[in-house]
């Protein structure tokens, strides 16, 4: 009996301890997360910037854990997408980012700038693939037209839509029904050096369709090329 009593009494002052260092522990945990800090050295595989409410703001990330982004309030599937900083604007929705990945058969390094409720319409972009004598490189800048009334977060839901058909050749006539139409919009102006080696000024029209080209060529050359609709060149000098 008097062991035991000694025993209750020893499993007191460990209750009375533990339970102090407990609250020991929650008081410094809640002044490190209302004091302001300053820390040398982070290492992480995600960042996640939020506002005062939680949305997120900006993310920091590996390419393993990068977010899949947002559209419309709603958190797209798990992708692959390049390690770097995707940001969002106040609806929590992506506007744009700056991404980055490179190894012996490809490298590229990307800063977009998003249309609001839209995808990419400015572009800094850099990106070459494959070695040797197959290596094709380009870099400069890049503008794409967006419509207002057809938003990325429709065309989502309209692919999605075709992809419910489980039907290939459904899928490719829808979005190519789609593309007919202008939508989406295709990539209107490069300036840079392209995959030709060629440095200059490349405009397209509303398809998509080479308009015109004002650049130097991989024989030092001037050219100023105009094509037509199809793509043809209708005038050289």
């Known amino acids: ?10 499993l007191k002052i460990y209750a009375a301890v533990l339970t102090v260092v407990v609250l020991a522990f929650i008081i410094i945990a809640l002044r490190l997360m209302s004091s302001d800090n300053h820390f040398k050295h982070i290492t992480a595989e995600r960042i996640d910037i939020v506002d005062q409410n939680g949305k997120i703001s900006m993310a920091i990330s590996n390419r393993e854990s990068q977010h899949p982004g947002t559209i419309d ?3 797209l599937p798990k992708r692959d997408r390049p390690a770097g900083m995707i940001f969002f604007n106040d ?3 992506e506007c744009g980012g700056l991404v980055y990945d490179g190894d012996k058969k490809s490298a590229s390094m990307t800063y977009s700038v998003d249309q609001y409720k839209n995808d990419q319409i400015m572009q800094l972009q850099y990106s070459q693939d494959g070695e040797g ?6 870099y ?6 967006r419509y207002d009334d057809f938003t990325t977060g429709q065309l989502m839901v309209y692919a999605d839509s075709l ?3 489980h039907d290939t050749s459904a899928y490719k006539a829808g979005m190519a029904k789609l593309k007919a139409a202008g939508l989406p919009t295709n990539e209107r102006l490069f300036v840079g050096k392209n995959t030709d080696g060629e440095v200059g000024l490349f405009l397209r029209d509303a398809k998509g369709v080479p308009r015109l080209k ?6 030092n050359q001037p050219v100023i090329e105009t094509l037509n609709d199809q793509g043809a060149v209708i005038v050289s000098r």
Do not use: A, P, Y
């Open 1 to 10: 009996m008097e062991n035991l009593t000694k025993q209750v009494k020893v």
């Open 73 to 75: 309030g709603k958190v």
């Open 91 to 93: 609806d929590g929705n």
């Open 133 to 138: 004598s197959q290596l094709k490189r380009s």
């Open 140 to 145: 400069g800048f890049k503008l794409w037209d």
């Open 163 to 165: 992809n419910k058909l």
């Open 214 to 219: 004002i650049c130097i060529n991989q024989q």
